[in-house]
């Protein structure tokens, strides 16, 4: 599977990859951006591990790559940096571009089962399977061996429901704001109404939604890292529900592997992600390098 | 004088002020961020030093706050950055409004002398006396005695130009990319000839190009940190020409005060003042705590 570099942009010693490939998953070009830290792209280069960031509502590959600052740490660490996109763009599905948390922009990482949303808004099977497939082929300096994952809000529920579905595919996860508990918060009960129907929502659902997974964890202990502003408005809206999240963790006897710092006064933007990226890029690379 | 609190923005341990006051040198409401350091806003917070940012074109206050990673730095040495707009907005002038490369967004950091420029278009009175004045006032955990100057592109040529127009007044000027020689370079050729007129632009801009203050420089040793991307397009374009600043250097046998850094394949974004910003707080943290 060929891929098409837009551009090639200098960044913290490295190099950042504005990238598009054709996705036989949802049917559409799919934009992603890929970090290759200075230990990647140098003459003596050797196999770096990646770590996946994976975006909130309405953001493109772009904003984390502008606003997050992962590169300062990956850069430093020696890990390279995968950016998906939210969901599929221009799949002609209607009413795909009418709101900001359903459709594109929104896909929740989930694959859709509902019509007419399932034929394209694959974005579960996309990020799991195709496009780190396609990037390994690409990229022979990733080590496909080592991935993390991370990512904010609809991105930091992907990013702990994809590490709690599939026990030993990432190395390690960690989240800015999750929506940790989807099936009790509006964006989530709107986006899996949509992709999975009116009847199915909260049985399909329950397979994306981190804090059930969770309860029914039987893998290793757990080493999850979480940040939460005490001033987002979305934490404050229960959107983001980490409080049952912790519970969950609890009732598994898990409480100790699930660590949420709630931060004062930060807020559900990127000047949190930026704050506190070198942190989520220490606690990958302590894995990925373990 | 007044300061109005539009946001206030947790930010690397600190706080990023998104602030408003009415401006009696331009005429209009003038929006500028201020970061306040960790240190100056603790309870037992001290006095701490300034750092002003100059964006460049079509930039506003936002671009850098949000890109440009000096939030990180300043954090870490304790410094306060104070990020002013690039011109007046709203001021009602005929055509402010046509060009990217000059009125709105394009203010050049100069007073200008030409109808119907003149009357608004004061942005060296702007950021060298009214916007400090106002901040120190308002803002009394600042050390008015300790200001350094940076900035971007047409902001590098602000930072050099105010510096070396007034000796002693800033502890340090650093740039990215900056206009350094704006009378040979199309930019500041139309901008000099639009807020000077066709007849005065040589002789006025002369005041304001940052390559013919260094040739008549007679102020203490220089420590100038310059970064210029390789890769820069309008570094090729000779819209920036560095090369020039350093011949006015050596003119005055200041060759070993003006480190121009090429930076391999960097382009002008704030890609590039994001992998480089630690290294232009440090150097003016060298001065603001010697």
């Known amino acids: 599977m060929s891929v ?19 996705s036989k998953v949802t049917g ?16 003596e280069s050797s196999k770096v591990p990646v770590l996946i960031w994976l975006s909130g509502l309405t953001c493109t590959p772009d904003n984390c790559s502008e606003k997050g600052f992962f590169q300062h740490g990956a850069s430093k660490k020696g890990i390279a940096v995968l950016y998906p996109d939210t969901s599929p763009r221009g799949a002609n599905v209607q009413g795909e571009d009418e709101s900001y ?7 929740f990482y989930v694959d859709a ?12 099977s996309y990020v799991t399977d195709e496009l780190p497939s396609t990037v390994f082929e690409n990229f022979k300096q990733l080590d496909s061996s080592r991935v993390s994952i991370t990512g904010h809000s609809m991105g930091g529920h992907g990013a702990l429901s994809l590490f709690l579905k599939n026990p030993g595919k990432y190395k390690s996860v960690s989240a800015f704001a999750p929506i940790a508990n989807p099936l009790k918060a509006p964006w989530g009960e709107k986006a899996f109404k949509g992709y999975f129907g009116e009847s199915d929502w ?14 029914k964890w039987k893998g290793e202990p757990l080493d999850i890292l979480i940040d939460v502003g ?50 989520h890029v220490d606690h990958a690379a302590k894995h990925l390098f373990a």
């Open 4 to 22: 098409t570099t837009k551009a090639t942009i200098a960044s913290f010693g490295g190099k950042l990859l504005k990238l598009a490939h054709q």
């Open 28 to 43: 559409t070009e799919m934009n992603f951006n890929l970090y290759l830290p200075p230990q990647a792209t140098g003459k």
């Open 101 to 107: 948390d359903f459709g594109s922009g929104a896909g």
């Open 113 to 124: 089962t509902n019509d007419p949303w399932s034929k394209n808004y694959k974005m579960y």
């Open 202 to 215: 909260q049985s399909k659902g329950a397979e994306y939604d981190s804090t059930e997974l969770l309860k």
């Open 230 to 279: 005490t001033g987002d408005n979305f934490y404050k809206q229960k959107q983001l529900l980490p409080e049952n999240f912790t519970e969950a963790a609890k009732s598994i006897g898990q409480e100790k592997g699930v660590n949420i710092r709630y931060q004062p006064d930060y807020d559900h933007s990127y000047f949190t992600m930026a704050s506190f990226s070198d942190d």
